[in-house]
């Protein structure tokens, strides 16, 4: 079964996670396996998805731009800005300390989380069928997502898609986090993230709410991490790109 659902996008190896990824193109989609093609149609589909050239949203403070084609980035908040212009993470502060995390790490992050289904299209990935979950008594067929040698900053990363088998409206996200120690990890250490509240725009659908969940110490999913889940609002998604220097450091 490994061998017929196996594909190799071989397009421009270009990341599919630090802000320089091309999207893959949609003039074939048989270079997708089947299952995450109908993934992508059940989100209104990724010839949708590719006509758009700026996407913009908020959460909680913060205030994002992307320009989707050459995932150049600006997160604006009222103590901080920070971006990334294509080459290099940029962080600028009007109150010290005001920002306490890694700037490369964070500049692309919860895109990456609210741009799905579709940020999973992009070029230098491997898809396999992976093993379903269950949760509260329901199966999720998965797919797993894994990088080329050298793709990106973390190429060791990993991520499984979990979909509704009737709807394959995509339902739980895992994923593993190798930025840091550049060290491969097991599906068992992988996060995991219920979407299962999604918004229309330009025809595509996206996050409204995204929810991290805990696992027991048998990997079961088991409950919320945070009863509070991350909500994106104010969101749009453009024909029109943006002036490219709103990108740079100010």
């Known amino acids: 079964m490994q061998k017929h659902y196996l594909v190799l996008i071989t397009s421009?190896?270009?990341?599919?996670?630090?802000?320089?990824?091309?999207?893959?193109?949609?003039?074939?989609?048989?270079?997708?396996?089947?299952?995450f093609t109908e993934v992508l149609k059940a989100h209104g589909g990724l010839d949708k998805w590719k006509k758009a050239k700026t996407l913009s949203f908020k959460k909680d403070k913060e205030t994002y731009t992307i320009d989707l084609?050459?995932?150049?980035?600006?997160?604006?908040?009222?103590?901080?800005?920070?971006?990334?212009?294509?080459k290099t993470a940029w962080l600028k502060e009007k109150d010290t300390a005001?920002?306490?995390?890694?700037?490369?790490?964070?500049?692309?992050?919860f895109f990456y989380f609210f741009a799905m289904p579709f940020v999973l299209a992009d070029s230098g990935i491997v898809y396999s069928e992976t093993q379903?979950?269950?949760?509260?008594?329901?199966?999720?067929?998965?797919?797993?997502?894994?990088?080329?040698?050298?793709?990106?900053?973390?190429?060791?990363?990993?991520?499984y898609l979990y979909y509704n088998a009737k709807t394959h409206k995509m339902e739980w996200l895992a994923y593993t986090v190798t930025y840091?120690?550049?060290?491969?990890?097991?599906?068992?250490?992988?996060?995991i993230i219920k979407y299962s509240d999604w918004q229309a725009i330009g025809g595509?659908?996206?996050?409204?709410?995204?929810?991290?969940?805990?696992?027991?110490?048998?990997?079961?999913?088991?409950?919320?991490?945070?009863?509070?889940?991350?909500?994106?609002?104010k969101?749009?998604?453009?024909?029109?790109?943006?002036?490219?220097?709103?990108?740079?450091?100010e």
Request: aromatic residues 10%.
């Open 204 to 233: 595509v659908k996206l996050p409204k709410t995204i929810i991290w969940y805990a696992k027991d110490s048998l990997g079961n999913i088991v409950a919320p991490k945070d009863p509070k889940p991350v909500t994106f609002s």
């Open 12 to 35: 421009i190896l270009l990341c599919a996670c630090n802000g320089n990824t091309e999207k893959a193109s949609e003039t074939n989609m048989d270079i997708y396996p089947q299952d």
């Open 98 to 109: 005001a920002f306490k995390g890694n700037v490369d790490f964070y500049h692309n992050l």
């Open 132 to 159: 379903p979950i269950t949760v509260e008594g329901k199966t999720y067929p998965g797919i797993k997502i894994a990088y080329q040698d050298g793709v990106g900053a973390s190429s060791k990363d990993n991520y």
């Open 180 to 191: 840091f120690d550049q060290k491969e990890k097991g599906k068992e250490q992988a996060n």
């Open 69 to 86: 084609n050459s995932r150049k980035a600006l997160i604006k908040t009222p103590k901080y800005s920070l971006g990334y212009d294509g």
């Open 235 to 249: 969101v749009s998604l453009s024909a029109v790109p943006v002036n490219p220097s709103i990108f740079n450091k």
